[in-house]
């Protein structure tokens, strides 16, 4: 059991440092190619930030651990906003700013209502559901770039002279061995995520909600972070909600296209049959994902209280996980 801990820790480290890698590699390659900020900040920055959850999903399913995929993109969503940008509110209250926020709304509340049609309806996610969820994935990033082609002012321009000292052979190394650590550090969590869920005698999903979702999160944690320092709080906040959109469509859709999963039911509310996910964990996803976008784009701003009740529903949540 210990050494399942120890190596579901070094799992983490491997993801967060692979994707640091990955994301510093495309992003170096992309540059050479002269493409703009807008673009690579859409596309790799975000599918790289995005690509521990990918790995841990996708692993989850081949594995035939559904509950894993299901758990980390459930989990993944709620530790974004109810954690993450909830810390960026309560330390950076302010306006937003409305017109960027609308688009990647859209698509997850219209994302989540395929993920409730699946979980409420079907009681599976069947491989053309991944293929829908995927090309949902590829108009987001379409209609991204557009919009930030059309207002290249409102995109978040960074220098990297570190960036620049690298060759072409360096970039393409961190590219390839980002992509290797990554996919090391998610078998580790998978395998050893499970032994722990047994060895606590707890469901997989357990895990994956809490444990797994926070460590794939880590790099949406550190974006938020240097939002905060820079004075862009609302740039982390917008993160959160682009990232929840990749959880949904993308970490999903790659692990239900390659291996279809029922919706796990081993976690059950109090022994009473109710399955936890469909009474507790997709309602608190829609409920912290409302709580913060709607008064938001209804008063044009952050309140510190949103983010205030936002943190305490992460804490009642997490201690309902072990209690009920």
Same mark, same amino acid.
């Given at each position: 059991?210990?050494?399942?801990?120890?190596?579901?820790?070094?799992?983490?480290?491997?993801?967060?440092?692979?994707?640091?890698?990955?994301?510093?590699?495309?992003?170096?390659?992309?540059?050479?190619?002269?493409?703009?900020?807008?673009?690579?900040?859409?596309?790799?920055?975000?599918?790289?930030?995005? *690509?521990?959850?990918?790995?841990?999903?996708?692993?989850?399913?081949?594995?035939?651990?559904?509950?894993?995929?299901?758990?980390?993109?459930?989990?993944?969503?709620?530790?974004?906003?109810?954690?993450?940008?909830?810390?960026?509110?309560?330390?950076?209250?302010?306006?937003?700013?409305?017109?960027?926020?609308?688009?990647?709304?859209?698509?997850?509340?219209?994302?989540?209502?395929?993920?409730?049609?699946?979980?409420?309806?079907?009681?599976?996610?069947?491989?053309?559901?991944?293929?829908? @969820?995927? &090309?949902?994935?590829? +108009?987001? @990033?379409?209609?991204?770039?557009?919009?930030?082609?059309?207002?290249?002012?409102?995109?978040?321009?960074?220098?990297?002279?570190?960036?620049?000292?690298?060759?072409? *052979?360096?970039?393409?190394?961190?590219?390839?061995?980002?992509?290797?650590?990554?996919?090391?550090?998610?078998?580790?969590?998978?395998?050893?995520?499970?032994?722990?869920?047994?060895?606590?005698?707890?469901?997989?999903?357990?895990?994956?909600? *809490?444990?797994?979702?926070?460590?794939?999160?880590?790099?949406?944690?550190?974006?938020?972070?240097?939002?905060?320092?820079?004075?862009?709080?609302? *740039?982390?906040?917008?993160?959160?909600?682009?990232?929840?959109?990749?959880?949904?469509?993308?970490? &999903?859709?790659?692990?239900?296209?390659?291996?279809?999963?029922?919706?796990? +039911?081993?976690?059950?509310?109090?022994?009473?049959?109710?399955?936890?996910?469909?009474?507790?964990?997709?309602?608190?996803?829609?409920?912290?994902? &409302?709580?913060?976008?709607?008064?938001?784009?209804?008063?044009?701003?952050?309140?510190?209280?949103?983010?205030?009740?936002?943190?305490?529903?992460?804490?009642?949540? +997490?201690?309902?996980?072990?209690?009920?």
């Amino acid at each position: 059991m210990l050494m399942s801990i120890v190596l579901f820790a070094i799992g983490l480290v491997l993801l967060i440092k692979g994707g640091d890698w990955f994301v510093d590699g495309a992003t170096g390659i992309a540059k050479r190619f002269n493409l703009p900020d807008i673009v690579v900040g859409a596309t790799v920055v975000s599918i790289g930030t995005t *690509l521990p959850e990918v790995m841990v999903s996708t692993t989850g399913a081949l594995q035939g651990s559904g509950a894993m995929a299901y758990g980390n993109a459930i989990g993944s969503i709620i530790c974004n906003t109810a954690l993450i940008a909830a810390i960026s509110i309560v330390c950076n209250p302010g306006p937003v700013n409305t017109k960027s926020m609308k688009t990647p709304a859209i698509f997850f509340f219209a994302s989540a209502g395929l993920y409730c049609l699946a979980s409420y309806v079907l009681g599976t996610f069947p491989r053309w559901m991944g293929f829908v @969820m995927l &090309s949902i994935f590829v +108009c987001y @990033m379409v209609l991204t770039v557009r919009n930030g082609m059309k207002n290249p002012d409102e995109a978040e321009h960074e220098e990297e002279e570190e960036g620049k000292q690298r060759t072409l *052979l360096m970039e393409l190394a961190l590219l390839v061995v980002g992509a290797a650590v990554i996919a090391v550090g998610a078998d580790l969590l998978v395998e050893h995520g499970q032994i722990i869920a047994i060895g606590l005698g707890v469901p997989e999903t357990v895990v994956a909600l *809490l444990f797994v979702a926070l460590g794939t999160s880590l790099p949406e944690l550190v974006t938020t972070i240097t939002s905060l320092r820079s004075g862009h709080a609302s *740039l982390g906040v917008g993160n959160v909600i682009g990232a929840n959109v990749f959880n949904l469509v993308l970490v &999903s859709g790659v692990a239900v296209s390659l291996a279809p999963f029922d919706v796990p +039911c081993e976690n059950t509310l109090l022994n009473t049959g109710l399955n936890m996910s469909l009474v507790l964990e997709i309602p608190v996803m829609l409920g912290v994902m &409302s709580l913060m976008i709607f008064p938001a784009l209804a008063t044009k701003k952050l309140g510190r209280w949103q983010g205030i009740a936002l943190l305490c529903i992460y804490a009642a949540f +997490c201690v309902c996980q072990f209690t009920l």
